[in-house]
């Protein structure tokens, strides 16, 4: 089992940043990637960023030059900067981390934290 606590949203003001953190405890064996997902009222949720063990990064393109994902394996941390923040960011943010063993793998899911950007 794998547990996963997002912090760092809040309301942002357009143009604003805010910098989201997942802390993620228990069995972190045969975790390869981790990742920032979002939704908005009404809206599936969607791929913001994800990072690998060795650093590979793959980002939406609606976020790729405002977002910055990073990941700390030391401290099993991952973080979201975001930079120069739009109203339509503004969604739950989800941390997801993948447990993969050979052709099997599972995500596990925080529970979200609120992003607002609104003046």
């Known amino acids: 089992q794998v547990q996963l606590v997002e912090s760092g949203g809040g309301l942002v003001q357009p143009g604003g940043s805010l910098r989201l953190s997942c802390a993620a405890s228990g069995n972190m064996f045969s975790i390869d990637l981790m990742g920032w997902y979002r939704q908005a009222p009404g809206k599936q949720r969607e791929l913001v960023a994800t990072?690998?063990?060795?650093?590979?990064?793959n980002s939406a393109d609606s976020v790729k030059d405002r977002f910055t994902i990073a990941r700390d394996n030391a401290k099993n941390t991952m973080y979201l900067q975001m930079n120069s923040l739009k109203p339509q960011d503004t969604a739950v943010y989800y941390c997801?981390?993948?447990?993969?063993?050979?052709?099997?793998?599972?995500?596990?899911w925080g529970q979200g934290t609120q992003v607002t950007v609104s003046s």
């Open positions: 997801k981390a993948r447990q993969k063993w050979g052709l099997y793998s599972y995500d596990y």
């Open positions: 990072i690998t063990t060795d650093g590979s990064i």
